[in-house]
């Protein structure tokens, strides 16, 4: 790895204020530019995370940002740590994704694809790539992510396409990748079939229809309708001329006597027999269903157990067709054929109900298109031999999840695996290496020589061998992206060696079924190892009610918009913040607020640093302040180092932040005013050591503001190559800690007292103080009188007011301080209001309705209202009791 040394520069002083938006774009360059390349020949430890690819139509949205800034804050944390960190990052060529874009710019100039032919279109796609394909790695950049650029993949570059067609021979000459008919989810709009992962669902207002299906043994009655009939009910009334059969549950005892008769499918003279099926819900409807095998996916293995037959009735552009369909129906678009028949069936009388029904459908992620069932000829993997491998996988350990809940729904996916549909209906992707001769016998390459096509092979010279003209889906690449972009098949590569397996997956838990298990597989299966050690799965990012974010909704938050009003640094504030376990994250611009706030604060406290640094420093021992925050520091890089080796990136930037904000900033620097205007050269050993430790740990989450404040120290290399601090276990200064906390108490009781009496923070007080560690709260007067502006006296006269904090007392005098019958007035009308505002919140609290109706934050800060209060009022009652 580079030296990354800091460009040269003739201004390392830090502004007044600090500005986001010329800081940040001059470290985004000079990551950008000189990227943080890993060395595969390095003896340090590997460390690598593969970026879950965005796919290269996309723009920054929150989700990558989150996702993007919690594997960069375990990169540079590593990096520092002492490994040889590989951030490698790269783009997914999203098959319907792209097609549509390009296939849309072609609509506005009045052409199709089928106008330009395959090889125009695919030159046409290529073009679009390399102008728009790479805006989305911009915007990484510019988040700050330490990638390795020199490494940049997509999975359609030479070497990943060859890994795809490595995997897809080997896969077939195995027996694991198969041609066959299956049920399918159609986009009838983009015309392919889709993966799960690709479906929206969405639950929609709809019809229910009982229907009447008239018995051709008239002389029986079913207990769910008229004599002579049976009952079905059905959310899809124009797919009943491809029914094969009425289903009934074995156990159901109201269609015990009809198992084995048969029904006529109203408006045709079609009888279809009565089965009995597990399958069947009795409570569903009025307990029987209508099995179309070729229209439902339960109805297709109900099919299958049955060996019914399975006729389509609507074809790959949502049509109604097939001679079973009635002609009035035949060529309808299948939404309005549905109306059609409906009106039909009413008019012949079949119609018993209709009635509202809310209807969870899919639509196409791309199209919006509800997406039909079909059976269509596919290639499909058997997915079951490679499950098993992974489930042995996790029984040894050999990968954790973080959180842990998930192993379980891993391994339940995993146990109850169907088949892949591989094959997509695309023109942009990885083209199937499968070829069909006339009679339709099909050819892959050799497992030898699996770069050589078919129709170029000597031996099939004779043959007419034509292409299969489908793509792979695009999750069959990137299966293999953890390490077909190390170099895999070509395991002698350098990169496998060193980097492979790569250490941890960053990624949201909503695509655990869809990628991560698919990746756990293929490595498996090719590797022979896991892809991963460790499998870290965050939340979805949401909006601030807790809903998805869709432009449909118009809720959606434009990251760069957040980068520009708060601040890069201020926004991974917020998305490490804001992770915690997994949970999903509501969108909560307080933390984006909080984040700008302690950059800020941050850059306030280094140049209060930078200019108590000046000039020469007299000779001068240790403070307690000195002693003590050293070791507050020790122990915070214990806590951080521990968090983020446990994968807590939340909880470790809230300790960072804590220690960072109430303990160096409120506390420390107060504290070191006195020694600082000595120019005592330990304490401003003490400051800059300190402010470097934190620059340290909070640089993985703050890169920018990090590095630019370590540039004006003078350090000749770059924050991100320095090396992280270490915790000394024998450095804890138990004796300073105690000492300490009796100032922070003596000063915390002083500022209640001074609020109690009304008076400013500023005003000067004078108090006495009590306590087992009096001796060195003398020693320390100095600083406790320049942090809580007091007065510490040996005595006062008359009437005093306390307040005790942590075992040391603080008494300041009434008399002469403040107008003590007007004061107790005051106090009395306080507790008056107190108590009012216990009663509100408690009332509310007590309000059923205002508890069922209320988000769950307005119902936690009443309970916060009544928490606080009321210890409010119960110090003002000891309080007021003295002058009873």
């Known amino acids: 790895m580079q030296e990354h040394p800091i460009p040269d520069t003739n201004d390392t002083a830090l502004s007044k204020a600090f500005d986001p938006a010329s800081v940040e774009p001059k470290w985004a360059r000079i990551w950008a530019q000189e990227p943080f390349r890993a060395d595969a020949t390095s003896s340090k430890p590997p460390f690598t995370i593969v970026i879950p690819p965005p796919n290269v139509t996309g723009n920054l949205h929150l989700g990558h940002a989150l996702d993007n800034t919690l594997i960069d804050t375990l990169i540079r944390y590593k990096r520092m740590a002492g490994f040889e960190a590989l951030y490698l990052p790269g783009t ?18 009045g052409k199709t694809r089928f106008d330009l032919g395959r090889d125009a279109f695919l030159e046409r796609v290529w073009a679009w790539k390399q102008e728009s394909g790479g805006t989305i790695l911009n915007q990484l950049q510019r988040l700050g992510v330490s990638a390795d650029w020199t490494r940049e993949r997509f999975t359609m570059d030479e070497g990943l396409s060859r890994a795809v067609r490595h995997e897809f021979v080997r896969l077939y000459h195995e027996g694991l990748a198969y041609r066959g008919e299956r049920m399918v989810n159609w986009d009838p709009a983009s015309q392919t079939t889709l993966s799960d992962l690709e479906i929206d669902r969405e639950v929609r207002k709809g019809k229910m229809t009982t229907l009447r299906y008239a018995l051709e043994d008239q002389t029986l009655a079913a207990s769910n309708g008229e004599a002579g009939e049976i009952l079905i009910a059905t959310v899809r009334p124009e797919t009943i001329f491809a029914d094969q059969a009425i289903a009934v549950h074995p156990t159901d005892a109201r269609f015990a006597h009809l198992v084995g008769q048969r029904a006529r499918i109203p408006l045709t003279d079609r009888f279809i027999p009565i089965i009995a099926d597990e399958a069947v819900e009795m409570e569903f409807g009025v307990g029987a269903l209508k099995i179309t095998p070729a229209h439902d996916p339960t109805d297709f293995e109900v099919g299958e157990r049955h060996s019914l037959s399975r006729p ?51 639509l196409s992620e791309r199209t919006k298109v509800p997406v039909e069932p079909i059976i269509s000829t ?20 050999d990968m954790q999840l ?118 756990q597989m293929a490595a498996y299966h090719f590797t022979g190892r896991a892809p991963f050690s460790t499998i870290m ?22 990251p760069l918009e957040l980068f520009e009003q708060y601040g890069v640094d201020a926004a991974r504030f917020a998305f490490t913040y804001l992770s915690t376990g997994g949970q999903d994250i509501k969108h909560d611009p307080r933390r984006f607020e909080q984040g700008r706030n302690f950059a800020n604060k941050l850059w306030n406290a280094a140049r209060f640093a930078f200019m108590n640094l000046e000039g020469e420093p007299e000779a001068g021992e240790a403070t307690l302040a000195d002693r003590w925050i050293r070791s507050r520091l020790n122990d915070t890089v214990r806590e951080v180092t521990a968090h983020l080796d446990a994968f807590d990136i939340g909880a470790a930037i809230r300790t960072a932040y804590a220690f960072t904000w109430d303990e160096f900033c409120d506390w420390y620097i107060e504290a070191a005013k006195p020694a600082l205007r000595a120019r005592n050269a330990a304490t401003r050993a003490t400051l800059k050591d300190v402010l470097e430790g934190i620059l340290k740990l909070l640089h993985p989450f703050m890169p920018f503001i990090t590095s630019e404040i370590y540039e004006a120290l003078n350090h000749k290399r770059q924050l991100a190559v320095h090396s992280w601090p270490k915790h000394n276990p024998d450095a804890f200064d138990a004796e300073a800690t105690r000492a300490f906390a009796a100032l922070r108490a003596t000063v915390s009781a002083a500022r209640s007292l001074k609020s109690e009496l009304g008076l400013s923070p500023q005003d000067r007080l004078g108090v006495v103080v009590e306590g087992e560690l009096l001796g060195t709260i003398q020693e320390n007067r100095a600083v406790v009188e320049s942090i809580a502006r007091v007065n510490i006296q040996d005595a006062l006269e008359g009437r005093t007011l306390s307040a005790i904090e942590a075992g040391v007392t603080v008494r300041a005098p009434l008399e002469g301080t403040v107008d003590l019958q007007d004061w107790l ?50 110090r003002l009652e000891q309080v007021l009791q003295q002058f009873a």
């Not at 002609?327 to 109900?353: M, N, P, Q, S």
């Not at 999750?475 to 170099?487: D, I």
């Not at 408690?842 to 508890?851: A, I, R, T, Y």
Request: proline content about 4%.
């Open 92 to 109: 997914d060529h999203a098959g319907i994704s792209t097609q549509v874009v390009v296939e849309r710019q072609l609509k506005v100039e």
């Open 825 to 874: 007035g005051k106090q009395q009308k306080r507790l008056v209001e107190l108590n009012k505002q216990i009663q509100q919140a408690q009332g509310k609290l007590s309000n059923e309705g205002f508890v069922a109706r209320a988000p769950q934050d307005v119902i936690d800060e009443e309970r916060r209202r009544v928490t606080d209060f009321t210890a409010q009022k119960e």
């Open 402 to 519: 973080v959180p842990d809940r998930y192993t379980k729904v891993n391994r339940d996916w995993l146990e109850n695996i169907r088949d892949w549909n591989i094959s997509r209906q695309l023109w942009w992707g990885h083209r199937i290496p499968a070829w069909y001769d006339d009679a339709g016998n099909v050819y892959v390459p050799d497992l030898e020589n699996p770069d050589l096509d078919c129709d170029q092979d000597p031996r099939y010279a004779h043959l007419n061998l034509r292409r299969d003209p489908d793509v792979f889906d695009t999750w069959f690449s990137s299966n293999l992206w953890p390490f077909s972009t190390l170099g895999w098949p070509d395991e002698a590569s350098e990169d496998y060696r060193k980097f492979y397996p790569t250490q941890v997956l960053v990624t949201g838990y909503d695509i655990l079924f869809f990628w991560v298990a698919r990746m």
């Open 312 to 362: 389509s009735v609507i074809d790959l552009n949502g049509h109604l067709t097939s001679d079973l369909v009635p002609e009035a129906f035949r060529g309808l678009e299948r939404f309005d054929a549905r109306k059609k028949v409906i009106a039909a069936l009413h008019e012949a009388g079949a119609v018993v109900e209709e009635k509202d029904h809310q209807t969870a459908i899919g």
């Open 537 to 558: 799965l965050h939340g979805l990012y949401l909006d601030a009610k807790g809903q998805k974010m869709s432009k449909s909704k118009g809720n959606g938050v434009d």
């Open 378 to 397: 596919q290639w499909f993997v058997r997915m079951k031999p490679m499950a098993d491998a992974v489930l042995a996988g996790l029984d040894r350990g």
